[in-house]
T-cell receptor, first 113, second 109 residues
Framework: NAGVMQNPRHLVRRRGQEARLRCSPM?????VYWYRQLPEEGLKFMVY????????ESGMPKERFSAEFPKEGPSILRIQQVVRGDSAAYFC???????????FGSGTQLSVL | KNEVEQSPQNLTAQEGEFITINCSYS?????LHWLQQHPGGGIVSLFM???GKKKHGRLIATINIQEKHSSLHITASHPRDSAVYIC???????????FGTGTSLTVIP
């Protein structure tokens, strides 16, 4: 049973480009969380999704950021028109049910030039 | 004021010492998580608690719901325990997670 898979591991984008980060949860897990860790800062919650539904996006910036978790395929965190301040490590975690132990991916390190 | 406060921020211990990391939170929670982040950046979930105490190997986590406080203990510490330990509160009014800033632990041989 593979763990939570995130790709790419590293992503470099120029200002104004789009970044797409993928997260494949563990098999059987229908709950996905996205977190961001800015340089020298702690983790921050961004969004919580269940299959095909955004349950809580209160931690997500209102503009340029979106997330989805389609019926088939990985969860996608999309950042449009990236800026330098978006440079961070983006982690996703999955769980089989709410209030269950989380399983984390290895993260995607986004660097905006 | 942060919703989750951890102490100490940094901790250096000799191998074999007993270690305690503390976490206080101000929000209502459905669960409290302890995470371990290694220097390479990977994050592992150590415990999820909603009451009482849990033990896994040399690690013990406790929570006092009334006092809104949790502790992570490491017995017989080892250099491989060196990592950042993060406390995370899963809010019971929505699905927000609130994270502590982490405790950086270094265990010296």
């Amino acid at each position: 049973n593979a763990g939570v898979m995130q790709n790419p591991r590293h992503l470099v984008r120029r200002r104004g480009q789009e970044a797409r980060l993928r997260c494949s949860p563990m098999k059987g897990h229908s709950h996905v969380y996205w977190y961001r860790q800015l340089p020298e800062e702690g983790l921050k919650f961004m969004v919580y999704l269940q299959k095909e539904n955004i349950i809580d996006e209160s931690g997500m910036p209102k503009e340029r950021f979106s997330a989805e978790f389609p019926k088939e395929g990985p969860s996608i965190l999309r950042i449009q028109q990236v800026v330098r301040g978006d440079s961070a490590a983006y982690f996703c975690a999955s769980s089989p049910y709410i209030n269950e132990k989380l399983f984390f991916g290895s993260g995607t390190q986004l660097s905006v030039l | 004021k942060n919703e989750v406060e951890q102490s100490p921020q940094n901790l250096t211990a000799q191998e074999g010492e007993f270690i305690t990391i503390n976490c206080s939170y101000s929000v209502g929670i459905s669960a409290l998580h302890w995470l371990q982040q290694h220097p390479g950046g990977g994050i592992v979930s150590l415990f999820m608690l909603s009451s009482g105490k849990k033990k896994h190997g040399r690690l013990i986590a406790t929570i006092n719901i009334q006092e809104k406080h949790s502790s992570l203990h490491i017995t017989a510490s080892h250099p491989r325990d060196s990592a950042v330990y993060i406390c995370a509160a899963h809010s019971n009014t929505g699905n927000q997670f609130y994270f502590g800033t982490g405790t950086s632990l270094t265990v010296i041989p």
